[in-house]
């Protein structure tokens, strides 16, 4: 399912994609006015009250921007790529990658992999500049 909305210098569209282990992570993306985007995956279940991330990465056509292991964070960019992660009502998580000051380059697909006790998802979200 493609959803797409216009947002001022940017048009978000957001995809979901299969999950390695049969269900999916729902994922979106959205700008602020700050030309800074945000794309978030959601759990597609509850993952409990406190979720330790096993792995978390976040690729764009297959170059590494961020990653979250038990040592610790990495970014490609500290200054630009951010992790997050966010709970939501009912045990629900959302893993997302900030980026700060957007360019026409970062235009294109972004890939999410997340590993955890709960399971392991994969996601995706295509960022398109207007």
């Given at each position: 399912?493609?959803?797409?909305?216009?947002?001022?210098?940017?048009?978000?569209?957001?995809?979901?994609?299969?999950?390695?282990?049969?269900?999916?992570?729902?994922?979106?993306?959205?700008?602020?006015l700050?030309?800074?985007?945000?794309?978030?995956?959601?759990?597609?279940?509850?993952?409990?009250?406190?979720?330790?991330?096993?792995?978390?990465?976040?690729?764009?056509?297959?170059?590494?921007?961020?990653?979250?292991?038990q040592?610790?964070?990495?970014?490609?960019?500290?200054?630009?790529?951010?992790?997050?992660?966010?709970?939501?009502?009912?045990?629900?998580?959302?893993?997302?990658?900030?980026?700060?000051?957007?360019?026409?380059?970062?235009?294109?697909?972004?890939?999410?992999?997340?590993?955890?006790?709960?399971?392991?998802?994969?996601?995706q979200?295509?960022?398109?500049?207007?």
């Amino acid at each position: 399912m493609w959803t797409s909305c216009l947002v001022p210098f940017l048009l978000i569209l957001s995809h979901q994609s299969g999950l390695l282990a049969g269900a999916e992570l729902k994922c979106s993306a959205s700008i602020d006015l700050n030309r800074s985007a945000e794309l978030k995956c959601v759990t597609p279940e509850p993952c409990g009250e406190e979720v330790v991330t096993a792995y978390l990465v976040w690729k764009k056509d297959s170059v590494l921007l961020a990653e979250r292991h038990q040592n610790g964070t990495e970014s490609h960019e500290p200054n630009r790529f951010r992790l997050q992660p966010v709970q939501l009502r009912g045990n629900f998580w959302a893993f997302s990658l900030q980026i700060n000051n957007i360019f026409r380059t970062d235009e294109g697909i972004y890939h999410c992999s997340i590993f955890t006790p709960c399971g392991a998802w994969n996601g995706q979200v295509r960022l398109d500049i207007a």
